[in-house]
């Protein structure tokens, strides 16, 4: 199995840019009442939780500012660059491409649920000794599409893992150490 890029993982139906005209809709249609909210029920790195939400409120606007989560970051928000990039049911996916409406009754992974016991993940392990960071702004986005990759590709070439990372953006390293990172720890 070969490496996938995370151009955008999410279906048609669930994705805000594949869907912008249908939600557009949507948000014009609750513009009129922006007191409006939605309980939605999550699982977040282990952990249930219930807020009230604006349905017009994106993921990643939900994780930070409302869970406080600030792992996980925000750049262009376009899915373009990754940053955002949480796990949804197992899936890595740009967080900044959903309403957080639309994760209701699911389970979210962020960087900060990849620890456990005081020790770090294989993958953060990796990155740390390969030095696979510098200004470490991509790094939680990078780590989560890495570990996606050899989950479904347990043994994969610098070629698939360079296409495994293609929805993700590096302002600082070059990447070489970020593919020698995914490479050493797929090889843990
Ligand atoms: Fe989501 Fe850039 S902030 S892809
Ligand atoms: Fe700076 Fe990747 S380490 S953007």
Not at 32 to 40: F, L
Not at 140 to 149: D, L, N, S, V
Request: hydrophobic share 35%; proline share 4%; aromatic share 4%.
């Amino acid at each position: 199995m070969s490496g996938r890029s995370l151009e955008c993982e999410l279906d048609a139906q669930e994705c805000v840019r594949h869907s912008a005209p249908r939600l557009a809709t949507r948000a014009t249609i609750t513009a009129g009442t922006s007191a409006m909210t939605r309980n939605i029920t999550l699982t977040i790195n282990g952990r249930k939780r219930t807020d009230a939400v604006e349905p017009r409120m994106l993921l990643i606007h939900y994780l930070r500012e409302e869970v406080g989560l600030t792992g996980p970051h925000i750049a262009c928000e376009t899915s373009l660059c990754g940053a955002c990039t949480v796990h949804l049911d197992g899936k890595a996916i740009k967080s900044c491409t959903m309403f957080a409406v639309q994760a209701d009754g699911r389970e979210v992974l962020t960087i900060e649920g990849l620890a456990a016991d005081g020790k770090l993940d294989p993958m953060q392990e990796a990155f740390w000794n390969e030095h696979g960071l510098q200004c470490g702004f991509c790094t939680p986005g990078m780590i989560m599409t890495a570990k996606q990759i050899i989950e479904r590709n347990p043994k994969p070439t610098d070629e698939e893992i360079r296409h495994g990372l293609e929805g993700n953006l590096c302002r600082c390293t070059g990447y070489q150490h970020i593919v020698n990172a995914v490479r050493t720890a797929a090889g843990k």
